[in-house]
């Protein structure tokens, strides 16, 4: 009783900060008017079910050959990843899964995003601590000489600067409105008198997902930052952070890893900016070609809900592309049928929250 009693507890919240979530990211794009490419309704709709599915899968299998908890937590790295698939859960297309699977993905959720934001699995102090601070300690005396001081080297870090905006253009081409399905920012942390965070995009060479992506000169791009201790960053469960002062202003040192080699020199730095470039370029190009291309905007859409799954699938020695043809076919019969809801309007962020929260609330009650 008492653990059915923490369950709920735990299922509540989760759902109570993803509904908040959700009307904060519609608000944020014009009250839901301003997504790119699609309105997430329509690419959630046509792959909540797979997606829940897979995952239900691919966890029990990894139970099933005594992974632990903190080991399955591990593969997938990115707690935030992990928040972001939540946007799923009012999505009525769901309820082609079971109440009973769904309850024990809402507990893997739940136990997964504790393991990887050390207990602190909803950014309640908006935090987003994927180190504990012993982790942030050994980072530090392990890459000390490694760190940049922005005075003795400003050209070093503007470009920094402008690579992260390439990051950030890429990422939005990668992923749409579900960027932080590779952007994970971490922290802060407390260093000192000072303040640390880290910023990290992941499975940035994806050739697999698209093409043109195959030629991205890294894989993992892995910033540390040590801030001014006036600067005030709060990051939030689906992953954006708000802050008191610009990043780059508050910047005082860094250490720049990509694929987990120290960048240290101008030239190295330059070199990278420049492959970069020359792919985001390349990328922009198609895009900015194939506008009105519904149908690859479309397919890109549902494959990228699948590819950052592919270490999970990797463990259980299986290629994240198999399930796809099942994917596109459900979207071809179902995309014409999905109703895109109305903004918000004058509706309080208490009654969309609420609204939210029971739609959730029905995916995992038992049916009489």
């Known amino acids: 009783m008492v653990k059915k009693e923490q369950f709920t507890k735990e299922i509540n919240k989760l759902f109570y900060t993803t509904a908040e979530m959700i009307y904060e990211t519609d608000m944020q794009h014009g009250d839901g008017r301003n997504y790119w490419p699609f309105h997430p309704v329509l690419l959630d709709s046509l792959v909540a079910p797979f997606v829940f599915e897979e995952l239900y899968r691919l966890f029990k299998i990894l139970e ?56 602190e699995p909803y950014c309640e102090n908006f935090h987003n601590l994927v180190w504990s601070p012993q982790e942030a300690e050994e980072f530090i005396k392990k890459n000390k000489k490694y760190f940049i001081s922005r005075n003795k080297n400003p050209k070093m870090t503007q470009l920094l600067s402008k690579l992260e905006g390439l990051l950030m253009s890429y990422a939005e081409l990668l992923y749409y409105y579900m960027l932080d399905f590779s952007r994970m920012f971490h922290g802060p942390y407390r260093y000192k008198n000072k303040i640390m965070f880290g910023k990290e995009f992941l499975d940035l060479n994806a050739g697999e997902m698209w093409d043109l992506a195959k030629d991205f000169p890294f894989d993992h791009f892995q910033e540390v930052g040590i801030y001014r201790k006036e600067m005030n960053i709060q990051a939030f469960f689906m992953g954006h952070t708000h802050t008191n002062i610009s990043y780059p202003e508050a910047l005082k040192s860094f250490v720049l890893m990509l694929d987990g080699k120290p960048i240290t020199s101008l030239r190295e730095l330059k070199n990278y900016y420049q492959k970069t470039n020359k792919v985001v370029e390349k990328i922009v190009r198609f895009a900015s070609e194939n506008m009105q291309n519904e149908e690859f905007l479309l397919k890109h859409g549902l494959d990228l809900f699948f590819y950052p799954l592919k270490s999970l699938y990797l463990e259980v020695g299986e290629d994240w592309r198999k399930i796809l043809p099942k994917v596109y076919e459900f979207a071809r019969k179902e995309k014409s049928k999905i109703r895109i809801p109305h903004p918000w309007g004058n509706w309080s962020k208490e009654k969309a929250t609420n609204f939210l929260i029971r739609q959730m609330e029905k995916q995992i009650e038992e049916k009489r």
């Open 64 to 119: 099933k050959n005594g992974y632990s908890m903190k080991r399955i937590a591990k593969i997938i790295k990115s707690p935030t990843r992990i928040a972001n698939y939540q946007y799923l859960w009012p999505i009525r297309t769901l309820k082609i899964v079971s109440p009973q699977k769904k309850r024990y993905l809402a507990e893997m959720f739940v136990k997964i995003l504790k393991t990887l934001r050390n207990s």
